[in-house]
């Protein structure tokens, strides 16, 4: 049998309950997976595999996905909503809030990262047709233009998943180099992680969130 269709299957029986406590009858607003790149997958009640093969049906073209990396569904539970996520034995894993994971859950505004690809979830209800920006749309935000050149590139390659090490081989800089952009660039943002910088980037330029938890 087929690896994807295998762990879909095995997903199914093990959270199909989970999924579908509601009624026929109710109107369910799904969860919007969203990146920089502008890359945004709606996540519905039925599962379904993220990953690099053409037959994925969320698919992200990056070397450090799988091409069957995981999968994902919306769960109901009274109004709550959330995102279960099942690694499906990825090489580079799948990690929610920066820990790595196998099953997880994801609410509105956690970072999600399949490999180096993170994705932040927001709320279809609180989004409009503008809420959804790109790198490009983002470069008017009044911290980036406090940012070097060299400080805009390190942001960059820190919002597609690259560790500073990888960042100091790719733009041919030393690791302390590297350091002390990152620690600028937290600090003209005014976080401290990479989870709350991805939060930070996808608000909107006068500081609110797009998707408010």
């Given at each position: 049998?087929?690896?994807?269709?295998?762990?879909?299957?095995?997903?199914r029986d093990v959270h199909q309950d989970a999924f579908f406590k509601m009624t026929t009858n109710e109107q369910v607003s799904p969860l919007i997976l969203i990146n920089h790149r502008g890359m945004r997958f709606v996540v519905t009640?039925?599962?379904?595999?993220?990953?690099?093969?053409?037959?994925?049906?969320?698919?992200?073209?990056?070397?450090?996905?799988?091409?069957?990396?995981?999968k994902i569904g919306l769960e109901i539970q009274s109004t709550k909503r959330r995102v279960m996520i099942e690694d499906l034995g990825s090489l580079n894993g799948t990690f929610i809030l920066d820990s790595r994971v196998t099953i997880g859950h994801a609410g509105v505004g956690d970072?999600?990262?399949?490999?180096?690809?993170?994705?932040?979830?927001?709320?279809?209800?609180?989004?409009?047709?503008?809420?959804?920006m790109s790198a490009q749309d983002n470069l008017s935000r009044p911290e980036i233009k406090l940012l070097s050149p060299a400080q805009q590139r390190?942001?960059?390659?820190?919002?597609?998943?690259?560790?500073?090490k990888d960042v100091a081989?790719?733009?041919?800089?030393?690791?302390?180099?590297?350091?002390?952009?990152v620690r600028e660039i937290y600090s003209?943002?005014?976080?401290?992680?990479?989870?709350?910088?991805?939060?930070?980037?996808?608000?909107?330029?006068?500081?609110?969130?797009?998707?408010?938890?």
């Amino acid at each position: 049998m087929n690896v994807v269709y295998r762990h879909a299957r095995r997903f199914r029986d093990v959270h199909q309950d989970a999924f579908f406590k509601m009624t026929t009858n109710e109107q369910v607003s799904p969860l919007i997976l969203i990146n920089h790149r502008g890359m945004r997958f709606v996540v519905t009640p039925e599962h379904k595999v993220l990953g690099r093969a053409p037959t994925a049906d969320f698919i992200v073209d990056c070397t450090s996905v799988s091409r069957a990396h995981a999968k994902i569904g919306l769960e109901i539970q009274s109004t709550k909503r959330r995102v279960m996520i099942e690694d499906l034995g990825s090489l580079n894993g799948t990690f929610i809030l920066d820990s790595r994971v196998t099953i997880g859950h994801a609410g509105v505004g956690d970072t999600v990262r399949f490999g180096n690809i993170p994705f932040i979830v927001h709320d279809a209800n609180a989004m409009d047709d503008e809420s959804t920006m790109s790198a490009q749309d983002n470069l008017s935000r009044p911290e980036i233009k406090l940012l070097s050149p060299a400080q805009q590139r390190v942001l960059y390659e820190l919002l597609e998943g690259s560790s500073e090490k990888d960042v100091a081989a790719k733009l041919n800089l030393s690791p302390h180099t590297i350091h002390n952009h990152v620690r600028e660039i937290y600090s003209r943002f005014s976080v401290h992680s990479r989870a709350e910088l991805m939060a930070k980037y996808f608000s909107d330029k006068d500081g609110n969130d797009v998707a408010p938890i």
